[in-house]
């Protein structure tokens, strides 16, 4: 069983910048995928990023390509989420997901975290 714990959400102004943090517990970590949700009120949980277990490949939502990045580092089983140039249509909950592979759709992860909110004011 993988536990997934987020941190670094938080308000910030448009064109500010934040890290999401994601520590994984349980499970062997460099063999999981990790993916990177959110949800904003009244829609649906969308994919933003994504990367495998060796941390050498990954992909982005178009919306955040540029601007997102998605790294992990396998000695502390944690991924991480870095964000900049943050925009007002950015602010959701932000979820961490493992999984058996990378991909894009939120049904290949089996496991997630309790989301952490991220607020971008205008």
């Known amino acids: 069983q993988v536990q997934l714990v987020e941190s670094g959400g938080g308000l910030v102004q448009a064109g500010g910048s934040l890290r999401l943090s994601c520590a994984a517990s349980g499970g062997t970590f460099s063999h999981y995928a990790m993916g990177w949700f959110r949800q904003a009120p009244g829609k649906e949980r969308e994919f933003v990023a994504t990367?495998?277990?060796?941390?050498?490949?990954?992909n982005y939502a178009d919306s955040v390509r540029g601007r997102f990045t998605i790294s992990r580092d396998n000695s502390k089983k944690t991924v991480y989420l870095q964000m900049k140039s943050l925009k007002p249509e950015d602010t959701a909950v932000y979820y961490c997901s493992s999984g058996p592979r990378s991909a894009t759709t939120a049904q290949e992860y089996p496991y997630w975290g309790q989301g952490t909110q991220v607020t971008v004011s205008s």
């Open positions: 990367i495998v277990g060796s941390g050498f490949a990954k």
